[in-house]
């Protein structure tokens, strides 16, 4: 099992930054992928970014363009960089870890909101 903590979150003016970030311990060499979601009030949670070991990348389309996913090589942190950030993205931030056979490995945590305002 993989325990994750995400933190970072914060508010911003539209068009402003944040980086968020995943904190992994416990069994990190089972992990295999780890998601960015994202969960906006009275909307299901979405994806947004995904990264896996061998540092290929997915985004989706609302936020392709502005935001970056990375991480360290031993999957210590996963981090989420949000550029032009739009009041559409407001919603609280979560990580998630996957095994190679596509199960998960982390439960849902507490998740980091972010608030984008003017």
């Known amino acids: 099992q993989v325990q994750l903590v995400e933190s970072g979150g914060g508010s911003v003016q539209p068009g402003g930054s944040l980086r968020i970030s995943c904190a992994a311990s416990?069994?990190?060499?089972?992990?295999?992928?780890v998601g960015w979601y994202r969960q906006a009030p009275d909307k299901q949670r979405e994806m947004v970014a995904a990264?896996?070991?061998?540092?290929?990348?997915w985004y989706g389309d609302a936020v392709k363009g502005r935001f970056t996913i990375s991480r360290e090589p031993a999957w210590n942190t996963v981090d989420l960089q949000m550029n032009s950030l739009k009041s559409e993205d407001t919603a609280v931030y979560y990580c998630?870890?996957?095994?190679?056979?596509?199960?998960?490995?982390?439960?849902w945590g507490q998740g980091t909101p972010v608030t984008v305002s003017a």
């Open positions: 990264i896996t070991r061998g540092d290929s990348t």
């Open positions: 416990g069994s990190l060499d089972s992990i295999i992928r």
């Open positions: 998630r870890a996957y095994s190679k056979s596509g199960a998960p490995l982390s439960s």
